[in-house]
Structure formats: structure tokens, C-alpha cells
């Protein structure tokens, strides 16, 4: 079925822009390097009043990169913090490709924002990305006073497959113990490896930029079997958690027309049930991706939405 009557008219020349990638193992380097330079095409303009550093945290012998943004004016009070997880699918991105969005969230929200560059499937499996994100949160609390950070405004942030982190992360560090985080923010987040095998799939989502096709190779990438098998464990694929009391305030957006609809409104509906606190957006005429067209009504409303969100969470 086609469903692109039912995309919002600002955001069809987009679909004309983006490759339509056929993954595999053989091609999936080509695929990155590909959505690489789209991604760093992409129009933005510097801001100002907001400094980068690259810092890497040691961990079982490897190296993580993390690009650490902070306000330049100089304040008296401890700074919340973001720890900010990319999206593409678990096998694709780098925080390379989205230092505009970090520039963004630590001009508006007089934030501290980390930007993790945890390894990618297939190459590296799970738990290793999650476990990656793991060390670079970890990082943020044991250099609270380095950073200016309040450690009770410590909030994390994902987009698709880094919603689908930021996600298992909020679980991990609920049952570890270690700290505790003020927020997730969830941004179209892929969170269930058993949509790939759901009998009767949504005929209205996933038509555009990630496809069926694609989130069955994401999700075998990151697994390393096939997608929807028994015995996943819910820190891979979030959905299949059991117990969600005590997990941190939460926000979600999808679009209608992404493929991850229905598992990230069954997630909000799960969050609401336990007693999590959850602000949910569903944005009409939305695909896979759709606020990375800037000057949109819906881009617009996107960031808006999430900044004001943002804002009080931190207040």
C-alpha cells in the first residue's frame, strides 16, 4: 500500500533527497560513509556561546569517544546534563553528524551535552554499544564537579535506534544502582526487535527512509540472530521488559507514518501504567526522520516540543 497521500506536503521533497539503502554485511561501510556526507550536507549554521571538546574514556582495554559541549558564559550554579545517543538503526552515525542538534541543546538549555561515539553493530554486538553508552553516563557522574554538572539534572537523549539505547540505558541503570537519571527523552526510539516478525504489520508506517527491511538487518546486526526469537534480553530490545515501576520520567515522539508507531505507543502506554510520568507526541503525516527537514511546520513543532519538555525537566 502507498502512503504517500499521507504525507505532510512539507516534507516530500525530502523523500526525493534521501538514498534508498539496501543493507547488508559487504555494503554496510559504502552505506555509512554515504549517510555520512548527507548528513554533514545538511544546512547549519555554528552557534555561538558554545565550546567542543573530544575526550575518551577508558574501558576493558578500548577507548570511547565523547564530544563534550559546554556554555562559555561563565555561572555560579552546577549545569544539568544531556548525555545525547545517535540514531541509525545500531549499525550506522556518528556524533560527527549531528553536532548542530548538540550545539542547539547546550545554547537553550545551559546544558552540558556528551555526545557518545559507542561502537556500531554489526562489527560490535550487543551488549557492547549499550555498554558503551553505560561508561560514557558513568564518565558524566564521576566528573561532576570537572564538568559544572548538577548530578541531580542529569537527563539522556535518543533518537530511533538512540531512543532504543537511551531506553535499555534507563533500565540498566535503574537495576545497577549506581546513579540515578532524571529523565529519557525518546525520539521515534526503536525498542522491539519483534516488530520485524509481527504477523500483521501496520499497513500505514515504514513505507519511507527505514524500512521493514531495514530494521530486520539492524536488528539482526545488533543481536547477532534473527529479530523476534525468544530469550532477547530487554536491555537489547526494551520492549520485552516485564517490570517498568521506578524507571525515570520519560518523553516520546513518533510520526504516523513511522514504522516504530505502534511499539513506541505501546511503551508510552506501558510507562503511564506503571506510574512514570510520560508526555507523548504523535505527529501527523510524520515518516522516519522527518525533523531533520528544517524550516517545517512539524520540524518546527518538533523542537519546540522537545525543548519546552527539555526545559522543565531541568528546571
Known amino acids: 500500500m502507498s502512503t504517500i497521500h499521507l504525507v505532510d506536503p512539507e516534507l516530500r521533497p525530502m523523500l526525493e533527497m534521501l538514498p534508498k539503502n539496501d543493507f547488508s554485511d559487504s555494503n554496510i561501510k559504502d552505506i555509512r560513509k554515504k549517510m555520512k ?20 574514556i577508558e574501558k576493558d582495554g578500548s577507548k570511547i569517544r565523547v564530544l563534550v559541549y559546554s556554555p562559555t558564559t561563565a555561572e555560579d550554579t552546577a549545569k544539568p546534563a544531556l548525555l545525547y545517543i545517535h540514531g541509525g538503526g545500531y549499525v550506522m552515525g556518528s556524533p560527527d553528524e549531528f553536532v548542530a542538534r548538540n550545539e542547539m541543546f547546550c545554547k537553550e538549555l545551559g546544558a552540558v551535552v556528551v555526545s557518545v561515539d559507542y561502537r ?7 551488549p557492547i554499544p549499550l555498554e558503551d553508552c553505560y561508561a560514557a553516563l558513568a564518565w558524566i557522574f564521576e566528573n561532576l564537579d570537572a564538568l559544572g554538572v548538577n548530578g541531580d539534572k542529569v537527563g539522556i537523549y535518543g533518537e530511533s535506534a538512540g531512543g532504543g539505547l ?18 529519557q527523552f525518546l525520539v521515534y526510539p526503536m525498542l522491539d526487535d519483534r516488530t520485524c516478525v509481527t504477523p500483521e504489520p501496520n499497513p500505514y508506517t515504514g513505507e519511507f527512509v527505514w524500512t521493514p527491511e531495514s530494521n530486520h538487518y539492524g536488528w539482526s546486526s545488533l543481536l ?42 505501546a ?26 527537514v528544517p524550516g517545517t511546520i512539524l520540524s518546527r513543532q518538533f523542537e519546540d516540543d522537545l525543548l519546552r519538555a527539555m526545559k522543565k525537566a531541568f528546571s
Do not use: W
Not at 556500531?120 to 550487543?126: D, G, K, N, V
Open 37 to 56: 556526507s548527507l548528513m554533514e550536507a545538511m544546512p547549519s549554521m555554528k552557534i555561538e556561546g558554545v565550546q567542543m571538546q573530544e575526550h575518551y
Open 120 to 126: 556500531l553493530a554489526p562489527e560490535h554486538r550487543y
Open 166 to 183: 537511551a531506553a535499555a540505558l534507563a533500565l540498566l541503570t535503574r537495576d545497577r544502582k549506581e546513579f540515578s537519571i532524571a529523565h
Open 224 to 265: 547477532g540472530h534473527e529479530p523476534g526469537l525468544d530469550g532477547v534480553s530487554p536491555y537489547a530490545s526494551p520492549a520485552r521488559i516485564d517490570v517498568m515501576v521506578g524507571l525515570p520520567n520519560a518523553y516520546i515522539c513518533v510520526g504516523t507514518l513511522d514504522l516504530f508507531l505502534d511499539e513506541d505507543l
Open 267 to 292: 511503551y508510552a502506554q506501558r510507562l503511564l501504567l506503571a506510574g512514570v510520568q510520560t508526555e507523548l507526541h504523535v505527529y501527523p503525516g510524520a515518516f522516519h526522520g522527518f525533523d531533520m
